[in-house]
């Protein structure tokens, strides 16, 4: 394995690790210099060779090396402290004699070489912060051959094995391999409810209980079954506890320096209750995201309903669209403004760790999520059908609006007719889970892809205009002389255009990719008995997802540095919360729509009552917290098999050092004895003994000695108590044999 | 510490560590005294001195004592399995010079050395079980002067201070130490609401609603508190992650032997699964229970209203006894008959660890306690009061039986005249919360200590008249030779009397006192809101019980051999679980009874809306399930003292650690290097340098090697960048000076 990652790391990209972009726009020429001197004398300094070539016009790409001796040693520090953290089991091997594992962990550790504080070993370079503000990007390059095998490779499967797996980990690392660990896991247990639901929807039709109970019961053990999984593999992947382990963040700005008595070390602290006060300011938040999207999708709702159902004057074919317009152009604006007040909120909030930053992120992002892809199936199911009848007639005021093109008998005639479309919920549910699903992976992969191909075309056509590179467009005179080929030794000329190509690219979120599969779920957990071929479109929309997210990784985006994860994160517990309100909800859209002749003549459900509505949910919540308790419970029980090695091998490793200090004591056993056993002569009574012990001892004044002089050695001890036994079986046997 | 605990160790009990019970009834002499043989070659084996005394006339009592050297190295062999279970975080001293730093240690570790099997450095010992069926009791002796001491000194004070509990804890053990923690943080919480809650009484009444949320949030904060405490004291006493280190059940019967693959050796296993099926029994058990139970509750429930309000007929003030007795005889008898079931059903389930076994056995005596302890007033709260009216007639069926008794005019106008007793709920909260706690506490600590007493008289009036020791009774003849005074030496009898009586005493059980406090809670979190001086009485309670329970380990049972904990252990989900179903009934309470004006003729509340009930318990449950999460979260931001104490000598061992391989690579820095940095001539330009390294490098295969050598050291590199950032710079300010 090792070998072979090592010669994978050497075989390809000339053996670059990283390429470090140096931008000297918009500074002095001395001055840009003078940084460039210093950090290539850092990157020098921590172990890295380097070689310059030209970027683009105001750029310098640095390529860099680790030299195998420095390299060993950062692995090796690398891996001590997992030892001291837990990480690791074993203590790891002396330095000369280790080599990163995996191509990951070569990646990782040259990554830490580069960014380390100078004091912890690396050479202290901040990416695009402080004084290395002009270094605007660190990334490895991507392995284009082997990415494009396993592209090819994956089409013609089904499902990618474990070593499938276990080599995205090794090539990206264990944060990009969780995800699609999850993915995989995701998408195979989705084949369940794909058949049982297709086969619900084809005998039962929608709003079935049968599938209701049995798709709650599945997202409860889909979800225990990847916690188990996720230990599982952390202990495959030697990640177990990896989060304990926290980077700080650069951006924290402590409110004072203190000492810390027992380290003796100054660091800067933030009071931690002045951070739940701003914490605090997430109600507001939450409250304002709920009232602003809210606002935008029910405005946009009811004149949704406004045209499609109560108006039929001219224009009814094109203005049909104006609601799906205005969603499409708000929503995204509005999520927009609210993701950046969620970060100010969350840099306001001012976290230590890098990880704490992430979970209070993403719990924003969450809620903003969370009302932009379920408040509208909300409203049709919660709201539209059960009051609609009640409601519609205040949409009336859109009316006068309108007026000039309907006349009044026509509109009244209409409201009175007006009429519940009972099919409105499915065909809903059906637009998130199989139209709005094609036009995400269509967003996601082709646009960008296309996007990015033009791009690259039109900065060619304007290069051979120009005769230079239209990246600061306005500023540049059309006379420049032209510098289409850069100055490249030809050899290396293709693989310059292609770092060039992966410089322009962006850096690739994993929790992107993540927070769009639980959004997935959570349509799952929560509508799907409206529509019980939901798990079949997401099935086979997760086998495309799969392969388009890789093709995303590798096309898409530059190559992620890898990062280390036991855990999907704040996500799992999304996922937990999403079950648990999906137990609420489809037990209340069982109540309200299971049965439709009980519907009245509006399309409406005439008889939903109150207490039984509540029943039902108050049941089937307790209901799904007792299952999720029994599952849990079940689940802790059956041990995975790479936890089991883990457990084994810690086992291990205690019982041999224990073994060593048994014998030890063992050897140690015959200079022991501070109790001298005397093995008092044969046939001596207990009371001769027993004087002698208290006359000899009688003068010593501690009564504790005088007690345990009295019999000397166990041989001692076991005659007088032999003496004892005798004397009570005297008595007994004499009675006996009265 | 260490010195003033050893000297303790010394100073009293003449020196005894523990006491060996053997017993030799029914047991041939000869097989007897070849037992005994072995017991004490084990013990001397193990390195502990013996001494013998008579015990009873079927018994002997053999004292142990540890000797130094041993008892180190148990200690260290201890400590060093401690430290590779990650309990303890430094490598611990070298052997011969650790001392047991308290006695709650040196006794563990003794025991330790009396019980664990041979291969793991004990004597192997298993009393009352297998092969030692004969060792009937292994325990250590109780320091009576310190516990009067102690005593007395705790009957002045309202807090016991941490040191208390540390001294607590070193005596005893973390076990009872913590129960005793947990008891006296429970005390100190309650003082809040007392206050509270009699300020609620006194100018609010009963079913406030301020004094519910106040209360609920109370619970939770209680709960979350304690969780912190918990590892803040698991910090302080050195017990965090003990729980890790399971021991295995003597009583465990493997299905087969299997090779474990990893560590190679043979271990007996049980299927999981088939463990998960036995448990299932749990369900028809707890329906069991609730079934035979909740029949008997229910029926002298309903024999005690028709009674005390139907019922006027002659003898009524005697009959108004019978459901009381009635309840106070079947229903212990019928928990003690469920006891046994669950005792056997948890044996049946076979649990490897006994910390498995303990949760298993809790879980379901929880389910007897939960049902014994609140479902009368569940049926008052839930049944009586909002159906009585409808039920009552039904309890018609009694009349029958007492008609020759009653006028049948005079029955029928009572039934019209039958009235819900309003204030029945209150008394029997009431009942429950101070009649039962005192009545509770008279049984636990009174009648034991007079009946033992009683006892002791009896047997020394019978030894009298008979001349013996009456524990045999029917087969002793009365013509025995009198053994009044056992044949000991005179200085050893008031010690020898002392240690007579502690054989005689039980085992202390703290699970049994936690169950009660968490019982006692659960009144707090489910019904204070029917009373607010609940907590009043429960403070006052406390304060007692706090010392009663010291009290009672002192004088009624023997000193319990030193156990580890981190935790309450599953009492501590007990606690959380009360608390949530809590949130539930106090809502349902103040719907239902706040405002007492609403109340019909009948006393009975006449507005009872089934979907406002259900509306108020999803809001409250919901709201305390968020609060909960909230207190959760804020807990956990906030470190207790010790745990911070505790990461930071966690830390520091790393950082020493780290430094060291740090500072052997700055020392290795000099000789390494295998890429040499060459500095380069000065003022060379970059073409001639690049050319050079094309030149010497062409003739080279291998291209990456080549693009390598281009620029040799990072001082060349940073020649060719400033050539190019120059060239650059040229062009840039050529264009501004145009």
Known sequence: MATNSEANALGYNLQVDYVV?????????????????????????????????????????IFVRASKKRLR???????????????????????????????????????????????????????????WEKVTAVFPLHDVETNRKWMKEWSKKTFLSDDDLDQIRNKFGESVGFYFSFLQSYFRFLAFPAIFGFSCWFFLGGYSIVYTIVNSLWCIIFVEYWKRQEQDLSCRWQTKGVSAVRTNRREFKPE??????????????????????RQLLQIPFALLAAIALGVIIATCFAIEIFISELYSGPL???????????????????????????????DYENHETRDGYDVALTQKVFVINFITSYLPVFLTAFVYVPFASRIVPYLDVFRLTVRPFVSKEHASAKRSHFQIDPARLRNQVIYFTVTAQIVGFAMENIVPYVKQGAFRKYKAFNKKRNGRPGQNGDKESPERKPIIAYDDPIEEKEFLARVRNEVELSEYEVTDDLREMCIQFGYLALFSPVWPLVPVSFF?????????????ICMEFRRPTPLRADTIGPWLDTLGFLSWVGSITSASLIYMFSGNSQHGPNGEPTDIAGWALLLTIFFSEHLYLLLRYAVETAMAKLEPPFSRKERAERYLVRKRYLDSTLRADAEDDHDEDDTVPISGPPGISRHSLEDDARRSSSHETDPAERFWMRQRGWEESVQIGAGIIEGQHDDGDGKKEQ
């Not at 810390?260 to 800067?268: A, F, I, L």
């Not at 203005?319 to 909120?345: C, D, H, N």
């Not at 086979?540 to 995303?552: P, Q």
């Open 540 to 552: 086979v929309n997760n086998w495309v997802e799969l392969r388009s997210d890789f093709f995303k």
């Open 256 to 277: 004072k320096e203190v000492r810390d008595d027992s380290t003796g070390e100054m660091r800067g602290v933030f009071s931690a209750t002045k951070r739940m006060q």
């Open 21 to 61: 972009c140096y931008s000297f726009a918009n500074v002095g020429r001395s001055q840009a210099v003078q940084q460039l001197e210093k950090l290539l004398r850092a990157l020098s300094d921590a172990g890295l060779q380097t070689e310059i070539r030209q970027g683009d016009e105001s750029s310098l790409l």
């Open 316 to 346: 009814k074919t094109y203005l049909i669209f104006i609601p799906t317009i205005l969603v499409s152009a708000l929503v995204p604006t509005m999520s927009a403004v609210l993701m950046s007040i969620a970060t100010k909120l969350n």
């Open 73 to 131: 040693r950062a692995v090796y520090r690398s891996r001590v402290r997992d030892w001291l953290y837990g990480i690791r089991n074993a203590e790891p091997e002396p330095a000369s004699a280790i080599e990163p594992q995996t191509e990951a962990e070569r990646l990782r550790v040259i990554s830490q070489m580069i960014t380390l504080p100078i004091e912890e070993g690396g050479a202290g370079i901040t990416p695009s912060h402080g004084e």
